[in-house]
């Protein structure tokens, strides 16, 4: 069970707190604002618990109600009794892990609401953003009805909303997460349709708000649905399953047959998952934001040494379609081992043997063509890590077996697919297995996940999440992947990494792509391919294309593979939602720089400043002349920068630019 509530309670006792003016009226109406007195949160306490929030003089959120619905019938938060209230300021730092940045600069103010019945409210003011929580302190176990949670608007503004898509067993709580964004006004978003967040809200003077929630632990997770009233979104939460049957992909899925009348039953003493509004003043702002990051519990893995982010080559995606072999290439031990082995040869970390190495019901029935131990060993001798694919059913069947049987025989790690929900149930098996894996020294890859919550500094062994509409699905589909290429970074990247698997090396127009499962190609440039690799936030990331196609394609290959998978430091340089993105990241004296725009051609001016004194050097790839007709079409180059320089850059329509900077004498 989640005993966080302690830590956050005793938060208020340590030197970096103390008190500053609270303004009340009558014990009912608190205002809270942020460190920099940009945000103002406000909590009235009547008939219901709401709250609403303004950046500067405008509106963000209007007043909005938050409580929580318990067996029996007792609301916590409707006509709340506030018995003490306290606010404090907190500003310090976190030492980050596999993440963007090494340093995360903290600073909130907050206001803690304890009211009669055991049970509270935490709210938190940033500068970029506002987040509250329930807790709760009582002895027995709770069971959650239903939680009210609204994010009212004043007008009827443009949102970005991603609806659930092909749901499961013709239940709406089981889902990929995965769908193209409709750009459309609040008014219009359907009504008997659930949405996924992260979700945008465009405000006046090009202010944005993205809702999204973090520290998802023994509780479902918050779809968003339009309300039937004024211009607003309300959580929605799946219910407890009580009945589940096998289905599914290879029957590699659990499909609820049965839910119950509840969402979660929990323990009595606990702090709930955040939720929590990022506000930015412009686009660019939402390229580099750490409040998930922030929000998130505490490592709880003392000695994370043994976590090794990086690369891995990966074989599903180009369907072990390599050529010039003499073998017969697919899912045996002389494929992976030409893998390992182009894999060492590019100082690619790890290779990455997908569905198919093992029988589907049963993991640890390895099939004959495979020899696991001796692609393991082979990798050994390469330094090369070896990860295996698994259905999340199957390895839930025999956690202990299946990661005791692999950590002993040198697996680095395990993608894990198909969960394909976010009900109390399903949340808990992502904490369990992230715990229990630790305990093996194994490294995590969830795929087939609801978008991440925090999960990833809470287990750092958690690399990656997919919960993203990534570059697979151009295997069967054609719709604009540019354009959702320059929409994530400002919502879903939000969340945490995302397991996008970039790196194709056939590359194509509008005119000339076509959706092949054998021989599949990227829609927009090299480039646009290329820059992926600096600006989607991945601490394990793969190439997605095959070896052949690699090697075939050497001088972006090698760019690819210098690029790190985690950083020191990041700098949002530009940007606007949907239509074009620039992004520079530094690791120790090198810093790498990428831009990627949707299908209209753009110029940018590319402020170098961030470099700071010194001397560079930088490596460019940027679209060729006939980018425009054949997107394989790119131009490397070398030139002499500086901090004082801001570059012309072109991109082709579904083009990019990327580039690797470093320091000369």
């Known amino acids: 069970m989640k005993k966080t509530n302690l830590a956050l309670l005793s938060l208020f006792g340590l030197g970096l707190c103390y008190p500053f003016t609270l303004y009340a009226q009558k014990n009912k109406t608190f205002q809270l604002l942020s460190p920099n007195s940009t945000i103002q949160l406000t909590v009235e306490a009547g008939k219901k618990m709401q709250w609403s929030v303004k950046h500067g003089s405008e509106s963000i959120i209007e007043l909005s109600p938050l409580s929580l619905k318990l067996a029996g019938g007792e609301v916590l938060g409707d006509a709340a009794k506030i018995t003490s209230s306290k606010t404090t300021k907190i500003n310090q730092q976190i030492n980050a892990l596999n993440y963007k940045k090494d340093i995360v600069p903290d ?46 608007f004043r007008e009827d503004y443009q949102a970005y909303i991603p609806y659930v898509n092909d749901p499961h067993n013709n239940d709406v709580f089981e889902t ?47 779809f968003l649905q339009a309300s039937r009233q004024g211009y607003a979104l309300q959580g929605k939460f799946a219910p407890y399953p009580l009945e589940e049957k096998k289905a599914g992909h290879n029957n590699l899925q659990a499909y609820v047959m049965k839910r119950a009348n509840y969402i979660a039953k929990t323990a009595g003493t606990r702090s709930f998952p955040w939720r929590t509004v990022i506000i930015s003043a412009t686009d660019a702002e939402l390229l580099n934001n750490d409040m998930v ?41 002389a494929t992976y081992k030409y893998y390992i082995d182009f894999a060492a040869k590019h100082k690619i970390e790890n290779i990455l043997l997908d569905e198919g190495w093992a029988d589907s019901q049963d993991i640890m029935k390895i099939v004959p063509e495979i020899n696991l131990q001796e692609i ?33 025989m040198g697996i680095k790690g395990f993608k894990i697919d198909f969960m394909d929900r976010d009900d109390q149930k399903m949340v808990n098996f992502f904490y369990r297995f992230a715990q229990k894996a630790a305990e093996y020294k194994i490294m995590l ?27 697979e699905n151009v295997k069967w589909s054609n719709t604009d992947f540019p354009l959702y290429d320059c929409t994530i970074p400002f919502i879903r990247m939000i969340a945490g990494p995302m397991d996008y ?20 190609m990227s829609q927009g440039t090299r ?40 950083f020191d430091q ?17 690791k120790k004296d090198i810093w790498y720089v990428g831009t990627m725009t949707n299908w209209t051609p753009r110029d940018i001016l590319l402020d170098l400043s961030f470099l700071g004194a010194g001397n560079f050097e930088a490596e460019i790839f940027k679209d060729g002349v006939n980018a425009d007709r054949n997107g394989i079409d790119y131009k490397r180059e070398v030139i002499k920068v500086s901090s004082k320089d801001k570059l012309k850059i072109h991109m082709a329509g579904g083009g990019g630019w990327t580039a690797r900077i470093y320091p000369v004498k």
Not at 123 to 143: H, I, P, Q
Not at 187 to 195: G, I
Not at 504 to 520: E, L, Q, T, V, Y
């Open 176 to 222: 990929s997460f995965e769908n193209n964004y409709q750009h459309i006004a609040l008014s219009k978003v359907k009504k008997d349709t659930l949405a996924f967040a992260p979700i945008l809200v465009e405000l006046p003077n090009n202010k944005k708000a993205v809702i999204t929630e973090v520290d998802l632990e023994e509780y479902p997770g918050m």
């Open 570 to 586: 990041t700098v949002a340089l530009d940007g606007k939602v949907s239509e074009y993105c620039a992004i520079a990241r530094k």
């Open 445 to 471: 890859d969830y795929h087939g996940a609801y978008k991440p919550t925090g999960l990833q500094r809470t287990y750092p062994n958690v690399l990656n999440f997919e919960g993203v509409r990534g570059l």
């Open 376 to 408: 393991v060993d082979y990798g050994k001798s390469k330094n090369v890590g070896v990860w295996l694919w698994g259905g999340w059913l199957p390895l839930d069947q025999k956690m202990d077996l299946a990661l005791s049987t692999y950590s002993k």
């Open 293 to 333: 990051y922030k929000l998130a519990s505490p490592s709880r893995i003392k000695d994370p040494s043994w976590i090794k982010p990086g690369k891995v080559a990966w074989d599903w995606w180009n369907d072990w379609n390599i050529t010039n072999v003499n073998f017969q290439a697919g899912i045996n031990t």
């Open 107 to 152: 600073q909130y103010n907050q206001l803690v609401l304890n009211c009669k019945g055991g049970f509270g409210i935490i709210f938190r003011a940033y500068n970029d953003g506002v987040a509250y929580r329930f807790f709760t302190t009582r002895k027995d176990s709770l069971t959650i009805e239903n939680e009210e949670a609204g994010f009212h």
């Open 501 to 520: 698997t970039p790196g194709a090396m056939i590359n194509a127009n509008k005119g000339s792509f076509r959706a092949i499962n054998s021989s599949p």
């Open 527 to 566: 480039c646009h391919q290329l820059a992926m690799y600096v600006i989607f936030e991945a601490p394990f990331e793969m190439l997605c294309d095959n070896p052949t196609n690699y090697m075939r394609e050497e001088e972006s290959t090698r760019f690819i593979t210098s690029i790190p998978t985690t």
